[in-house]
């Protein structure tokens, strides 16, 4: 018997918070990897983890809001605690490879496609690992075309906002790559619901688990604080929040000086000492002439 599936049981409400919520750690993170690349006095490594985590956790919560919305009429639903957490750990962990990828290797042909699909095969075994977790008296079939799409779609997504992680300074441009991302992965999710049928077990049949409200409210809460906590340190760090034309003119305030053997010409050292004048020292201990004034120094 085939069961009655409902993924939008409290209608619009749990789409549009899945989407704000990934909008929410789309945004933090790119800005944070915005700040580890073109700062460089900035704690690269810490940078980069604040924003894979954001990022990760941005979609693992709008998978699992999006989830509360989703009921079988015929049964009830639910969650494995240990493949739920686990879920979350596969997200961040994936996320982060690729963002680490493209944060120390740039944003190369072959850097960007390799982090892109390890990231969305990341994104992807998240999804379905969530999926897994759920228990009812019942068993979940997949429609395999609908899951290669899913895949394909998370692949794409997860390469567009690393391209967007290391291409984009602005914030308004951030902000608008952020509005995408959330497209995108309420896309993959939704694209992945689709493929998804319940074949039901006979009436009676044993059902564990927690139910969806006991279970996936207060977990979504550590996430979510998490990201609340991240986007205070970005609204009190300015270098985060300025554009481009003032992020620039903030290093031209304050430039980097060269270090030693950085690769800096020895022409271009010998062509600055020799436009800085020097006093020209005579066998007598006087300064003579300027090479610039042609007057004599005085003592």
């Not at 509360?68 to 879920?87: H, K, P, W």
């Not at 892109?116 to 009812?136: D, E, F, K, N, R």
């Not at 290391?166 to 992965?185: C, E, K, N, P, T």
Request: with cysteine.
């Amino acid at each position: 018997m085939q069961g009655t599936i409902d993924g939008f049981r409290y209608g619009a409400v749990t789409p549009v918070a899945a989407y704000l919520m990934a909008c929410l750690g789309g945004a933090l993170g790119l800005r944070c990897v915005v700040r580890s690349l073109h700062n460089e006095y900035s704690w690269k490594a810490g940078w980069l983890a604040l924003g894979a985590t954001s990022i990760g956790s941005g979609i693992w919560t709008m998978h699992f809001i999006a989830m509360i919305g989703f009921q079988v009429e015929e049964t009830r639903i639910g969650y494995d605690v240990g493949l739920t957490v686990l879920s979350l750990a596969v997200a961040i962990v994936m996320v982060a490879i690729g963002v680490f990828a493209v944060g120390y290797r740039g944003a190369t042909t072959g850097t960007l496609s390799a982090a892109g699909v390890i990231t969305g095969l990341g994104v992807a075994a998240m999804h379905y690992l969530g999926m897994s977790a759920l228990q009812l008296n019942g068993s979940i079939e997949y429609r395999t075309s609908t899951v290669a799409l899913s895949i394909a779609i998370a692949i794409v997504a997860a390469t567009a906002a690393l391209w967007a992680a290391v291409s984009i300074r602005g914030f308004l441009a951030s902000l608008g790559a952020s509005l995408v991302m959330g497209v995108a992965v309420s896309g993959m999710h939704y694209t992945a619901m689709a493929a998804v049928s319940v074949h039901l077990h006979s009436a009676g049949g044993a059902w564990t688990g927690d139910s969806a409200t006991s279970l996936l409210l207060p977990m979504l809460l550590g996430p979510v604080i998490f990201l609340l906590l991240a986007g205070v340190v970005v609204m009190f760090d300015p270098l985060l929040v300025m554009g481009e034309g003032n992020w620039d003119r903030s290093f031209s305030r304050h430039p980097i000086a060269p270090k030693p053997g950085d690769g800096q010409p020895d022409s271009a050292v010998t062509a600055r000492d020799a436009a800085t004048p020097r006093p020209v020292v005579t066998n007598s201990g006087r300064r003579g002439p300027s090479p610039t004034t042609g007057r004599r120094r005085p003592r």
